[in-house]
């Protein structure tokens, strides 16, 4: 997996590893199932301090809703596959994180 800067066109980042298969595998599958539904525009959801990582479904069209399907990880109470709107999951991953500000210390780092 890429990630590239669109201003400048230039490489920011580059990851390989399993959870990259995995998430090309979710890719697949959802090219598949999604061939006869509205067009989307796909992207990857980082929550690097969440340990989080999703596929994240963008609405074509303003009344269509985004879809985020979390990938494997230590992402409970979400589950890895299951698909959830935007507001679904926001509603969860909100509290997730500030509940880990709360957890921040000085010492902690970042």
Known sequence: MADV???????AALSEGP???????????LMA????????T?????????HLSAIWLKGADPD???IVIPSPGPIQPLMAGQRYTMA???????PMAADRIRQTQETSGG
Do not use: K, W
């Not at 800067?5 to 490489?11: D, E, H, S, V």
């Not at 959870?19 to 599958?29: F, K, P, R, T, V």
């Open 19 to 29: 959870s990259i298969l995995a998430m090309g595998a979710q890719l697949e599958y």
């Open 5 to 11: 800067n669109p201003t400048i066109r230039t490489l």
């Open 33 to 40: 199932e999604e061939h006869d539904s509205p067009d989307r």
């Open 42 to 50: 796909v992207a990857m959801l980082r929550i690097p301090a969440l």
């Open 88 to 94: 679904e999951f926001l509603a969860i991953v909100r």
């Open 64 to 66: 269509q809703q985004d």
